[in-house]
């Protein structure tokens, strides 16, 4: 019979999943509440829901996000770039390159910095090359989702899993996770999936422009907002007399009046004084509406227009970004990064309104008009990363330069040895960084990824909470009903794809959140080996190729490369079907 513990449980899980897929309240937050719930009504114990503190691997997570950013920080990895990319002219050796630098480091470093770094070389090359740049970042993405499934290391989620193997390990008698338990199927995978990015990324990724030789031109839909000025001969004439329905990549779609909306109708809309008026167009008309008609203005910019120094830059908004579900009003956006925004894209939807007054999303690409001072204050930023041109880099020298990248072979080369425990070994190497000045505890503090600890820890608890309950036991039971027909293999295959489908859709936390503890379960009923059922979740849940949300460099290249959702599916859902195949294959040999 049901209980009402259970009954609270499953409505936290369903909670969870309205929350994150239509994304109504912060990823965090969500999973705050939902404890919260079962804390309350004394599901969990105070201790219990707080237990994942002392995890452990979810320090090693934020750990490692701090060594990935200070890499990003400084001029280590654009200087390899530089060397890499330098001469190459072809598509596929352009792909190739990639695969061979992103991977392999993606393996052992954070993904999302590596991908920020590189977002704006691939934006160079492809205009220098004339190759859309939506046939550059979806391989990118794709390069380091699958170098960090090659170790326990690269991708936070074998490491949120290893987190949940620690905390489950007195009660199952859980076996260890190794630095290189996961490069049996990752290895191979990163070799197929990129003989497949190869052969058929070109054919099945999208080409925006109609013609190539047009790709400075390429009109990408931003809103952008306007006003005609005091005294303006625009004053009193219609969107025809006033030249203004042809303008060169700019249409008029629509002007704001008194806070009423107006349709922007050529021959019949009489244009007035402190008019606001909102056009689509691409980067270089706005620049030049910015820089050169004396009729109108962009409200915005205000004294940005009268600096000796102002830059037309992108970004895009990061995956974790605190500025997700706020305005740029309420960020303080101008005063805070010393730039303006004059356009927002977001891809697949026309936005409207005022640009200062739109709720942000991840993945947004926002136009700004930056002052001088704006390079430097970027760099200490996690909310958005630039996409349009390469940042100001932190020069280290030779020998702090070695003490970085020699520092962060030692320590995971002692972790993988078993000679010191990843997590002292990171604790004592920043602390190095620290004396010898590449960082500083200032942006140590700003690297660290404080919402990703608590989703951790919350999710955690929710999967202590599920096997406490026995509902991971009753998912189980219903797993092992549909697919024990079909074998052990079987088994691995209903697990590996439901993970998949929620972390396509939901999250991937959320994904390894529920499903770890019903697959952990599931081998525990059936007295079978546990180690294939739980790195079958975690690939699962970190191999996600088949939605922009699936992963968080999915959604960082989403709006620069101009996707759409059906873009992903497209070319995702073929490579997720070969890695589950295998990933079950290996697994099998391997372990059943």
Not at 65 to 80: A, E, N, Y
Not at 191 to 202: C, D, K, Q, T, W
Not at 382 to 397: A, H, M, Q, V
Not at 437 to 465: C, E, F, W
């Amino acid at each position: 019979m049901i209980t009402f513990d259970q009954i609270l449980v499953y409505l936290v899980i369903l909670f969870i999943f309205i929350s994150l897929y239509w994304d109504l309240i912060r990823p965090g937050f969500t999973f705050i509440l939902g404890v919260s719930v079962l804390g309350v009504f004394q599901v969990l114990s105070p201790k219990e829901v707080l237990a994942g503190m002392a995890n452990e691997q979810i320090m090693v997570i934020l750990l490692l996000l701090v060594i990935g950013d200070t890499f990003r920080q400084t001029s280590v990895l654009d200087i390899l770039f530089d060397g890499v990319f330098k001469e190459t002219k072809t598509y596929k050796g352009f792909i190739s390159k990639m695969f061979l630098i992103i991977a392999p480091l993606s393996a052992f470093l954070n993904n999302t910095p590596l991908v920020a770094l590189m977002m704006p070389y691939a934006h160079t090359w492809s205009k220098k090359n004339k190759v859309s740049i939506s046939k550059l970042l979806i391989p990118l993405s794709y390069a380091a989702i699958l170098g960090g499934c090659i170790t326990l290391i690269g991708t936070s989620t074998n490491l949120i899993v290893n987190g949940l193997v620690v905390d489950q390990k007195i009660v199952h008698e859980l076996p260890e996770l190794n630095m290189f338990d996961f490069f049996w199927v990752g290895f191979p995978m990163l070799i197929i999936g990129f003989v497949y990015i190869l052969l058929f990324g070109n054919k099945l990724l999208p080409n925006r422009e109609n013609v190539i030789e047009t790709f400075e031109s390429h009109q990408r839909e931003y809103i952008v907002e306007t006003q005609i000025k005091a005294g303006s001969p625009l004053n009193g004439k219609t969107i025809t007399e006033a030249k203004l329905r042809n303008l060169e990549g700019l249409y008029l779609f629509r002007i704001i009046r008194n806070d009423r909306y107006l349709m922007a109708e050529p021959n019949e809309t009489i244009l007035r004084e402190k008019d606001v008026l909102m056009f689509t167009g691409d980067t270089a008309a706005i620049s030049n509406i910015v820089q050169k008609n004396p009729s109108i203005e962009i409200p915005s910019v205000g004294m940005f227009t009268k600096k000796d120094k102002t830059d037309i830059i992108e970004i895009v908004v990061s995956h974790n970004s605190s500025m997700i579900n706020k305005t740029l009003k309420e960020e303080n956006f101008r005063a805070k990064y010393d730039a303006t925004a004059i356009a927002i894209h977001r891809n697949g939807e026309r936005l409207s309104g005022k640009i200062g007054l739109v709720n942000l999303k991840a993945g947004d690409t926002i136009l700004l008009l930056a002052g001088a001072d704006f390079k430097n204050l970027m760099n200490v930023t996690k909310d958005f990363y630039t996409i349009s041109r390469p940042r100001e880099l932190n020069k280290l020298g030779n020998f702090r330069t070695s003490l970085l990248i020699g520092g962060t072979i030692l320590v995971i080369l002692l972790a993988a040895l078993k000679i010191t425990s990843l997590f002292m070994g990171l604790v004592v190497f920043i602390s190095v960084l620290v004396a010898a000045g590449i960082t500083t505890p200032k942006k140590i503090s700003r690297n660290i990824d404080y919402q990703l600890g608590i989703v951790i820890v919350m999710a955690l608890a929710l999967g202590h909470a599920m096997i406490k309950t026995n509902v991971a036991e009753n998912f189980a039971q219903i797993l092992i009903q549909v697919f024990e027909p079909f074998g052990n293999v079987g088994l691995l295959i209903g697990i590996y794809l439901i993970t998949s489908l929620l972390a396509a859709f939901v999250t991937n936390v959320a994904a390894v959140a529920i499903i770890f503890p019903i697959s952990l379960t599931l081998a525990s009923d059936l007295n079978l080996p546990f180690l294939p059922f739980i790195l079958v979740v975690s690939f699962a849940a970190a191999a996600n190729f088949m939605t922009p949300i699936g992963y968080q460099t999915n959604i960082m290249v989403y709006g620069p490369g101009g996707y759409k959702f059906r873009d992903y599916l497209k070319i995702g859902t073929p490579l997720t079907i070969i890695y589950m195949i295998v990933t079950i294959t290996i697994l099998s040999i391997f372990y059943l």
